[in-house]
């Protein structure tokens, strides 16, 4: 009946919209538009924010579309973890581009075949477009210390998988007593965030808003 698409990179910052703003608006009228006869084409979903943001938010779209909307999908991701979803959607089926590997050297064959990659290529793209190996070898130094210091990929899969299960993604918490909650909504720093209009503020006058917000917050709320 209709073709959804998000592709690219776009923004419209005249109105306070950033490229992240904006791909989210464009899902959700996807997502709220799209039948079991249209034809939704999405491209790097959830890429603009921080890694398990965008994570997240990519499942759970590939999971709405499969238990709401059922219409054809091609999906493209570089959340390689997501591949473990096939497990649980019988129609959800996992492409992935063909490569060959030699070593550090990859060559990517430009064919599409069934399967899921298992890891990303981002520092083999940047050396075909001509980094400096100066910048390539420090890249691969500091992605190795990030591996090192995170849970490894089968771990991040099995939390995928237990947030597929569980339908929920259960954040870290702090413990706040009930009087630093009442303290914290009856103080006059929330009043002024209320009188904010976000919409019309600069990034400028944005942050120069927050940081008086909190220097009153920490003078105990301008009682």
Same mark, same amino acid.
């Given at each position: 009946d209709r073709i959804f698409t998000r592709v690219g990179a776009?923004?419209?910052i005249s109105t306070g919209q950033s490229t992240f703003m904006v791909e989210m608006k464009e899902v959700a009228y996807i997502l709220e538009n799209a039948t079991h006869n249209s034809l939704i084409i999405l491209d790097e979903i959830g890429r603009g924010t921080s890694t398990f943001d965008g994570l997240s938010i990519a499942q759970a779209v590939?999971? =709405?579309?499969?238990?709401?909307?059922?219409?054809?999908?091609l999906f493209a991701t570089h959340y390689h973890e997501l591949i473990c979803l096939e497990e649980s959607y019988?129609?959800?089926?996992?492409?992935?581009v063909a490569v060959k590997e030699k070593g550090k050297d990859v060559a990517f064959l430009r064919r599409i075949i069934r399967g899921g990659a298992d890891r990303?290529?981002?520092? =083999?793209?940047?050396?075909?477009?001509?980094l400096p190996n100066s910048v390539l070898k420090r890249a691969e130094v500091i992605l190795e210390s990030l591996e090192d210091q995170s849970h490894d990929t089968s771990d991040l899969n099995n939390r995928v998988m237990g947030a597929q299960l569980n339908n929920v993604v259960k954040p870290v918490t702090k413990q706040v007593s009930d009087s630093s909650l009442g303290n914290l909504f009856t103080h006059s720093v929330v009043d002024s965030l209320l009188e904010i209009d976000v919409m019309s503020m600069t990034p400028i006058e944005a942050l120069n808003k927050l940081y008086e917000l909190q220097e009153e917050a920490r003078k105990g709320g301008g009682k």
């Open positions: 776009s923004d419209d590939v999971e =709405h579309i499969c238990k709401h909307i059922h219409g054809k999908t019988s129609k959800l089926k996992n492409y992935t990303s290529y981002g520092i =083999h793209v940047a050396r075909l477009a001509g």
